[in-house]
């Protein structure tokens, strides 16, 4: 953060405003008093950052009345974005089902004309069968135009799946959530970080990136792929019932967590892992009949302006392996 005041941000006349009349204008004067004491430029991208992040500190009942505030007065668009891919992973799982059930009536229909050309082939034994043949051969035609004509309907389905399939797969391509663990993907995450270092460029404040996982030697104790899903949904849950709104919660793949901790140090993101932590291994959770002991490991980086983010990435994993390597509870990345 800037130490030295800039007088185009900490000379602003505020003597002429009238006092506050309620609880809310007063902290929303502290938000802004603070904007100036630490010389941000009094933005709305940072008013709000800063108002959330100090909101945080202040007694819960006062909490809970702004968030009734915000919740009336915001519209997130960005919810209503994960609605849409919610519904759209929902449709990709029909299509699928559709085909598997035109697969099977056209199983079945194969299965007609195999049970018609069997009875033809015993019906030629029997005396004197030019008319019932005759018949036969009536209904066979009947018969093929009907597959034709079904034949070329389920072409045409197959068709549009596949073109439904490639669109669908697109959009999943560019797509922010991850359903698996209800919190935002790997896609989202680094296009959030690649702003955050733009912003860092430019206004010279600190911000930090947190990997995590559960620890190895906690998995091993589980025999089952859906118990180790379940723990990492846990895991996931807690992180984001427990993290600042302004903060981006994230799955990279994998079992592995990613936090953008905006406006926060390294020592504000040690002791973001450190809470984290405590909260996880005291929560209770039961799995295959026992009560398990989750441990996580993190990696953690502070962001420099100018960063690659696969590479600012890339030493958080790093950290967070030799962490676990060395049994401890996170590292964090001190350059080269």
């Known amino acids: 953060m800037i130490s030295k005041k800039d007088d185009k941000f900490s000379t602003v006349e505020v003597a002429g405003l009238n006092e ?9 004067k502290k938000v802004f008093d603070k904007m100036l004491e630490e010389n941000v430029p009094p933005i709305p991208y940072y008013y709000k950052m800063y108002f959330l992040n100090m909101l945080d500190e202040e007694p819960e009942s006062f909490r809970n009345q702004v968030y009734e505030y915000i919740t009336l007065e ?49 019906t030629a034994h029997i005396a004197n069968p030019k008319l019932f043949e005759r018949l036969i051969n009536g209904f066979e035609e009947r018969l093929k135009k009907i597959n034709e004509k079904l034949d070329n309907e389920l072409n045409h389905i197959k068709q549009l799946y596949s073109k439904n399939v490639e669109i669908l797969k697109d959009i999943e391509s560019n797509s922010i959530f991850d359903a698996r663990y209800g919190i935002y993907n790997k896609n989202f995450f680094i296009r959030e970080l690649k702003k955050e270092i ?35 949904r846990s895991v996931a849950k807690i ?23 905006k406006h926060t140090d390294r020592i504000g993101a040690c002791k973001t892992v450190e809470r984290l932590s405590d909260i996880i291994s005291n929560s209770a959770i039961f799995l295959e009949g026992e009560e398990i002991n989750i441990k996580i490991v993190a990696g953690i980086v502070e962001i420099l302006s100018n960063e690659d983010v696969e590479v600012l990435v890339s030493h958080a994993l790093m950290m967070m392996e030799k962490a676990q390597e060395d049994d401890v509870l996170y590292y964090i990345y001190e350059g080269n």
């Open 20 to 28: 506050p009349s309620s609880p809310l204008e007063e902290f929303a």
């Open 74 to 122: 915001e519209t997130n668009e960005l919810e209503k974005d994960l609605e849409i891919e919610k519904k759209l992973k929902q449709s990709f799982k029909y299509s699928k089902e559709l085909l598997q059930h035109t697969a099977v009536l056209y199983k079945n229909s194969q299965a007609i004309k195999d049970i018609f050309e069997k009875y033809k082939s015993e």
């Open 198 to 232: 733009k912003l860092i460029e430019k206004f010279k404040h600190k911000s930090s990136v947190v990997v995590l996982k559960v620890k190895d030697s906690v998995f091993a104790s589980l025999k089952s792929e859906k118990s180790k899903i379940l723990l990492n």
């Open 239 to 261: 992180m984001l019932k427990t993290s600042r709104r302004t903060d981006i919660i994230a799955h990279l793949g994998d079992g592995v967590f990613a936090m953008l901790l």
